[in-house]
T-cell receptor, first 111, second 114 residues
Framework: GEDVEQSLFLSVREGDSSVINCTYT??????LYWYKQEPGAGLQLLTY?????DMKQDQRLTVLLNKKDKHLSLRIADTQTGDSAIYFC???????????FGKGTRLHILP | EPEVTQTPSHQVTQMGQEVILRCVPI?????FYWYRQILGQKVEFLVS????????KSEIFDDQFSVERPDGSNFTLKIRSTKLEDSAMYFC????????????FGSGTRLTVV
């Protein structure tokens, strides 16, 4: 079945790069997403990548997709305290309208 | 920037009571969704809605749940007889197209059933 897995916690020093990893199972995924959830807030779409791409860069964010290994990563360059949040990896499969989420990775920034 | 608005932000209800969670999607969006997130768990799909009918629903969305678009702006989720395990954050979302670039989510309603 469809499943998205990601590690639950990541601690990074301010100014370093953060890399959040995710694996998914459904090879018919069309879009893969990264959502950010700050405390008490909703889910904010950070970036997405279409399944026929292998990389997408948007300012401090770089998304890498390895379709063969079904692995997605989000790199945040020059991590700031404002990046502290939960980051959800998610996929949309071609036959469905729904999005399948991972459990989220809590990014903690060390001073 | 257009946003999806959800009310209330927090609702406490007694077990067995009916609750209605309200959402105002982005005005030109045609596809509407409800998701929920039990504390510490994944964000789970509940239901999608298009053209005044349910297009897809999950196993969670049983007969206790219903959705409605009572007018041109609101989209509601009703839970007929709440159970303790319905306690969760409920997110509404909308999108322009079903296979689009991700939905816009609201900030959620935290439902606490006591």
């Amino acid at each position: 079945g469809e499943d998205v897995e990601q590690s639950l916690f990541l601690s990074v020093r301010e100014g370093d790069s953060s890399v959040i990893n995710c694996t998914y199972t459904d090879s018919s995924s069309t879009y893969l997403y990264w959502y950010k959830q700050e405390p008490g807030a909703g889910l904010q779409l950070l970036t997405y990548i279409f399944s026929n791409m292998d990389m997408k860069q948007d300012q401090r964010l770089t998304v890498l997709l390895n379709k063969k290994d079904k692995h997605l990563s989000l790199r945040i360059a020059d991590t700031q305290t404002g990046d502290s949040a939960i980051y959800f990896c998610a996929e949309r499969v071609s036959r469905d309208d729904k999005i399948i989420f991972g459990k989220g990775t809590r990014l903690h920034i060390l001073p | 920037e257009p946003e999806v608005t959800q009310t209330p932000s927090h609702q406490v209800t007694q077990m067995g009571q009916e609750v209605i969670l309200r959402c105002v999607p982005i005005s030109n969006h045609l596809y509407f969704y409800w998701y929920r997130q039990i504390l510490g768990q994944k964000v789970e799909f509940l239901v999608s809605f298009y053209n005044n009918e349910i297009s897809e629903k999950s196993e969670i969305f049983d007969d206790q749940f219903s959705v409605e678009r009572p007018d041109g702006s609101n989209f509601t989720l009703k839970i007929r007889s709440t159970k303790l395990e319905d306690s969760a954050m409920y997110f509404c979302a909308s999108s322009e197209a079903p296979q689009g670039f991700g939905y816009t989510f609201g900030s959620g309603t935290r439902l606490t059933v006591v």
